[in-house]
T-cell receptor, first 109, second 118 residues
Framework: GQNIDQPTEMTATEGAIVQINCTYQ??????LFWYQQHAGEAPTFLSY??LDGLEEKGRFSSFLSRSKGYSYLLLKELQMKDSASYLC??????????WGAGTKLIIKP | SAVISQKPSRDICQRGTSLTIQCQVD?????MFWYRQQPGQSLTLIAT?????????ESGFVIDKFPISRPNLTFSTLTVSNMSPEDSSIYLC???????????????FGAGSRLTVL
């Protein structure tokens, strides 16, 4: 079956750095997305990786290793507004999106 | 990216009743997607709504329970029929738009409809 694993919850301190991991087992691979979802709101797009390596976008970076079936989202200089759930999603060989359950990130002052 | 208006934002419903969720997009889109998100769980695709043809349902979801309309390229509805407490969830509509620098189709979501069935 197809599966995406992320930690359920993580806690970090304002101003620090946090890395949220995502591992996947899917039938084929056509890209990996990270979305941010604040409580009670819709998910919003953060990043997309299709090739191995690091994609940097301001305070957020996303890394992909296709051979390891692994990605991480790196958040730097954490702010209180970064408290949210972070969803990892993979597009399989049929271009179906497979979603992880999300990682709830709690930022403490 | 597209702007999506979804309503109702929340509702409390009685067992056995039906509720229709509406989704309006500010631009024409070929496909609209309906998702369900239960607390602490993944987003689960219910169906893809295509204009001018029957919706395509995912495994575990049937048209009798979740009828979908798609009368034009900017609007769709999802009905949750004969509701039971197990249908309590957040329902989200979404559309795919180009939005990443790599050209991948990024999903834009409506704000969601939180249904509670008593």
């Amino acid at each position: 079956g197809q599966n995406i694993d992320q930690p359920t919850e993580m806690t970090a301190t304002e101003g620090a750095i946090v890395q949220i991991n995502c591992t996947y087992q899917t039938s084929g691979f056509n890209g990996l997305f990270w979305y941010q979802q604040h409580a009670g709101e819709a998910p919003t797009f953060l990043s997309y990786n299709v090739l191995d390596g690091l994609e940097e976008k301001g305070r957020f970076s996303s890394f992909l290793s296709r051979s390891k079936g692994y990605s991480y989202l790196l958040l730097k200089e954490l702010q209180m507004k970064d408290s949210a759930s972070y969803l990892c999603a993979v597009t399989d060989s049929n271009y179906q999106l497979i979603w992880g359950a999300g990682t709830k990130l709690i930022i403490k002052p | 990216s597209a702007v999506i208006s979804q309503k109702p934002s929340r509702d409390i419903c009685q067992r056995g009743t039906s509720l229709t969720i509406q989704c309006q997009v500010d631009s024409q889109v070929t496909m609209m997607f309906w998702y369900r998100q239960q607390p602490g769980q993944s987003l689960t695709l219910i169906a893809t709504a295509n204009q001018g043809s029957e919706a395509t349902y995912e495994s575990g979801f049937v048209i009798d329970k979740f009828p979908i309309s798609r009368p034009n390229l900017t609007f769709s509805t999802l009905t949750v029929s004969n509701m039971s407490p197990e249908d309590s969830s957040i329902y989200l509509c979404s559309v795919a738009t180009g939005g990443s620098s790599s050209g991948a189709n990024v999903l834009t979501f409506g704000a969601g409809s939180r249904l509670t069935v008593l």
